[in-house]
């Protein structure tokens, strides 16, 4: 086992994302990679938690490439299809059947871990159960969507605040715990608040100038 294998084994605690992830990553490295669709029919009985949080995770990696415009987009796409009460998400082909490299995929579940860790060691299943139900999932579909856009607007670091707002939305769900949830709403609320904000004066800026 690699250094960086024993790390990941100390930080990880197990719950249900952390455990998708790492199977995620074997596959990947006995398979020589996967594609984004094939990854996403790993989720099991996570579904939709764990789509938002796996086309979050690689915008906070630091990839060559437009990865926060693509995943950024796809993200939109499955959230417009949770707010219309999709069970079975849809993605595009060119996302779908886009290939992810072992390393790539190591990458990725390197940088994500630790965020995703911290997340996962304040859950307790059952809290707020209400929050967790399909209703409610449904209702979020509108603070992923606008998270999800802010994700795709070529802000500099402006992705760290609502991919973490993501990350908590998403593992609430998959843990059943709806006070982490709540909590992951109000981070989404000043997240969009925030960019909001950073836009208004941007925008200030170049018309003064």
């Given amino acids: 086992m690699s250094e960086a294998d024993e790390s990941m084994s100390r930080e990880q605690p197990r719950g249900v994302a952390t455990a998708r992830l790492a199977e995620m990553r074997e596959l990947a490295r006995a398979r020589g990679g996967l594609s984004i669709g094939e990854a996403l029919e790993i989720m099991g009985s996570t579904g939709i938690a764990f789509t938002v949080l796996f086309l979050a995770i690689p915008a906070l990696t630091p990839i060559p490439g437009p990865f926060g415009m693509v995943f950024g987009t796809a993200l939109a796409l499955i959230s417009l299809q949770i707010i219309a009460g999709s069970r079975t998400l849809w993605l595009p082909a060119m996302v779908r059947n886009r290939h992810v490299?072992?390393?790539?995929?190591?990458?990725?579940?390197?940088?994500?871990?630790?965020?995703?860790?911290?997340?996962?060691?304040?859950?307790?299943?059952?809290?707020?159960?209400?929050?967790?139900?399909?209703?409610?999932?449904?209702?979020?579909?509108?603070?992923?969507?606008?998270?999800?856009?802010?994700?795709?607007?070529?802000?500099?670091?402006?992705?760290?605040?609502?991919?973490?707002?993501?990350?908590?939305?998403?593992?609430?769900?998959?843990?059943?715990?709806?006070?982490?949830?709540?909590?992951?709403?109000?981070?989404?609320?000043?997240?969009?608040?925030?960019?909001?904000?950073?836009?208004?004066?941007?925008?200030?800026?170049?018309?003064t100038s």
């Fill in 101 to 207: 490299s072992p390393a790539t995929f190591d990458l990725i579940v390197r940088h994500s871990i630790p965020m995703i860790a911290r997340v996962e060691k304040i859950m307790r299943a059952g809290r707020l159960k209400a929050l967790t139900g399909p209703i409610v999932q449904t209702l979020l579909g509108i603070p992923i969507f606008l998270l999800a856009v802010v994700i795709a607007l070529p802000i500099p670091f402006g992705n760290i605040l609502p991919v973490f707002s993501l990350v908590v939305l998403a593992v609430a769900l998959m843990e059943r715990d709806g006070l982490v949830a709540l909590v992951g709403l109000l981070f989404a609320a000043a997240t969009i608040a925030v960019t909001t904000a950073l836009l208004h004066v941007s925008v200030s800026m170049i018309f």
